[in-house]
């Protein structure tokens, strides 16, 4: 994100609304871009499927295969981004550039082989046609490769053809939705084929744009895995965030408020529905985290490494710790009120909102959207601060406050639905994100006071087993190269 930070700093600095307009558009797409793709393709396929005069039946259960494949996708990948965000800052700052293409092959590779086999069985047996089952593997195999090409795209700086990418991954799809209408050839297969055709070209131009910045490949395809046991608390940050922003909904697809669409594919609108709307309140604290915190926080974490790398005096030290601070507090204080406000706007006018659209929405959905609105805030504010976490490395702090939020989130949400109230579902999610948000300002508030001891004083990931399975798997990655150099010499 650093990178990101420096280039955003140039935009936010040009004059005009134009200039601070594109800066936004280009943090938010950098940020949350696939996720805004997903919730474009699902309304623009709702809108072509209304316009063909599609069946009701038919919509509900394309958008309940289209959800799930997104879950299934998100899973997967919420146990590797961290780590492997870890493993491409390692190489970056080691300047071993041609070995992070082959770590993309080989996750995504990886990942592939163990989430579509465990989802095929899901999908064998949810009593849907084979036709349906096939583009929910295919949706949700180009989700993953998408999803893991964002992480390795952070590292570039071409946002506008990152942003060209995407316009047109949306557009195709629509477009050939669209041209489908017309010649009435409409139906669940053919407008998820849509979808796969999106996320396709999104997949194959991202791909082409990491091929450009990394041409030259060498060494294994899973040399990333040595990271793993190294940075263990990572792969459980990472699952514990997609646990509790994402598990109380599988929860209620089997509470009182369910919906069976189709054999095995449940959903619950009354609350999917509040729930997306409740998401959307905390975009521009996502937005202000990459634009602003990062714009202006990350040049001041960099003075005050510096400052010890670069052997500074005392004072040097002690001045650039206090602008650290300085920038750091204000950063999030004006985050923080940013989202106050934003949740208490989409609070008055959310209700008003739904009531204007065609949702069917009741007021035990306006209900449920009102605590998601406050569990979202929470969320927003904790997971920013959990993130600075990581820049001081306690990791341990950020594995406290997320592990806490997955737990709080799903128990909650399983003693909302067996023992409370309609009224106060959703209340399981926000009493886990109020706890991701207080321990990690605790902890936040132990790592500012206790900088130079975290700076100097860190312990490095112990080797011994990990350091042997990287040698090894560096050897095979040797020998592959050899061989390939003994081939390419005999041609």
């Known amino acids: 994100m650093a990178g990101i930070g420096f280039q955003l700093n140039k935009l936010f600095q040009k004059k005009g609304i134009l200039n601070l307009c594109r800066a936004y558009v280009y943090a938010g797409i950098v940020s949350v871009g696939p996720m805004i793709l997903y919730v474009l393709m699902l309304l623009g396929m709702t809108l072509v499927s209304l316009i063909a005069g599609m069946d009701r039946p038919s919509r509900e259960v394309m958008n309940c295969m289209m959800t799930y494949s997104l879950l299934v996708s998100l899973f997967s990948t919420s146990w590797h981004n961290m780590v492997v965000t870890r493993f491409i800052a390692d190489h970056l700052y080691e300047e071993r550039y041609r070995e992070i293409m082959p770590s993309l092959y080989g996750d995504c590779a990886l990942q592939l082989l163990i989430a579509e086999p465990l989802y095929g069985i899901f999908l064998m047996h949810a009593g849907i046609p084979l036709s349906y089952a096939v583009m929910c593997l295919w949706i949700s195999a180009v989700m993953i490769v998408v999803w893991m090409e964002m992480i390795y795209l952070m590292t570039l700086k071409?946002?506008?053809?990152?942003?060209?990418?995407?316009?047109?991954?949306?557009?195709?799809?629509?477009?050939?939705?669209?041209?489908?209408?017309?010649?009435?050839?409409?139906?669940?297969?053919?407008?998820?084929?849509?979808?796969?055709?999106?996320?396709?070209?999104?997949?194959?131009?991202?791909?082409?744009?990491?091929?450009?910045?990394?041409?030259?490949?060498?060494?294994?395809?899973?040399v990333f895995l040595s990271w793993f046991p190294r940075y263990s608390q990572l792969t459980l940050i990472g699952g514990s965030i997609c646990l509790g922003l994402y598990g109380h909904l599988g929860i209620m697809y089997f509470g009182p408020l369910h919906k069976q669409t189709r054999g095995l594919f449940y959903t619950a609108p009354m609350y999917d529905i509040p729930a997306l709307f409740a998401f959307f309140s905390i975009m521009i604290t996502i937005i202000s985290f990459v634009s602003s915190v990062e714009v202006r926080f990350f040049p001041k974490y960099q003075r005050y490494c510096n400052a010890f790398n670069d052997r500074g005096s005392v004072r040097d030290i002690e001045s650039a710790e206090e602008e650290l601070l300085d920038v750091l507090g204000q950063e999030l204080l004006f985050m923080g009120i940013k989202q106050i406000i934003m949740t208490i706007i989409a609070i008055v006018a959310g209700g008003f909102v739904m009531d204007m659209l065609p949702l069917g929405m009741t007021d035990l959905g306006k209900d449920i959207f009102r605590i998601l609105c406050v569990g979202y805030?929470?969320?927003?504010?904790?997971?920013?601060?959990?993130?600075?976490?990581?820049?001081?490395?306690?990791?341990t702090g950020a594995l406290m406050g997320t592990a806490s939020f997955a737990v709080i989130s799903l128990a909650g949400t399983v003693y909302h639905i067996l023992f409370g109230k309609y009224v106060y579902y959703g209340l399981g999610f926000s009493l886990g994100a109020s706890a991701l948000l207080l321990i990690s300002i605790i902890r936040l508030v132990w790592c500012t006071g206790n900088l130079q001891y975290l700076l100097l004083g860190r312990r490095k990931p112990s080797s011994g087993r990990t350091g042997r399975m990287t040698a090894w798997l560096e050897s095979l990655g040797a020998r592959k190269e050899m061989r390939s150099d003994e081939q390419k010499q005999r041609t």
């Open 158 to 222: 071409d946002y506008r053809r990152i942003m060209e990418g995407f316009t047109v991954s949306v557009m195709a799809g629509f477009l050939l939705a669209l041209v489908l209408v017309l010649f009435q050839m409409i139906n669940v297969v053919l407008l998820m084929g849509c979808v796969v055709l999106s996320f396709g070209m999104m997949m194959v131009w991202y791909h082409a744009l990491l091929v450009r910045y990394f041409p030259k490949s060498k060494g294994g395809e899973f």
């Open 377 to 395: 805030g929470f969320y927003a504010i904790g997971n920013s601060t959990m993130l600075i976490l990581l820049y001081f490395e306690d990791y």
